[in-house]
């Protein structure tokens, strides 16, 4: 008897531990977006249109994210800067070249608690065919039930690169010694996910 209790002890440890739970990315509600310098005077703000997130935890605690893993794909075609002439430029070899690299991508090797609810997200990122750890910071905003019975999950996500770093190395200096392009490269996300329910 004591034998088959420890055995079922073990086996139902041995399940939690290989619970896999996923979550929802809300993209309507969400923003995933970048700022970049404009002649050291100005911020422009642009965004991926088209991307893709996946979100996956480990084990039956259901507010622990320590164990995420996420990956992120987005078309780089699909950028957007809110100027159609800006725009062009930069899907040229110049910057992106989605012809030659038409993806960028994220994919995360860990998620550490700092305190409270702050976390420092780590992971790979791939510009061009460069691919770099970055770090991000990570706040837990909350949790809440939508009307429809979905208790929604929200982050807000900052951190930088250099974009020289990735291959995105064009410049051009102003007549008054300025960068026309800032070399750092702002990350900004809000987003809200929620449990995929087993059908």
Known sequence: MKLKNILKKLNAMTT????TTKWGFDQAHSEIRFKAKHMMISTITGEFKNYDVTIETDGDKEDDFTNASIHYTA???????????????????????????P??????????????????????????DVTKPISLDVEFEGKMVDPWG?????????????RKEFGLSW????????????????IHASVQIAKV???
């Open 150 to 162: 979905n208790t929604k999950y929200g982050f807000t996500i900052n951190g930088k690169i250099n």
């Open 16 to 19: 939690a531990t290989l619970t």
């Open 197 to 199: 329910k087993s059908e």
């Open 171 to 186: 410049d051009v200096v102003t007549e008054a010694g300025g960068i026309l392009v800032g070399e750092e490269i702002k």
């Open 103 to 128: 993806k960028i991508s994220f994919a995360s090797t860990g998620m550490k608690k700092k305190e409270g609810n702050k976390f420092l997200l780590t992971g790979d990122l791939t510009i061009r």
């Open 75 to 101: 078309d780089v075609s699909s950028i957007d800067t809110g100027n159609e002439q800006r725009d062009g430029h930069l899907r040229t070899n110049d910057f992106f070249s989605p012809d030659q690299f």
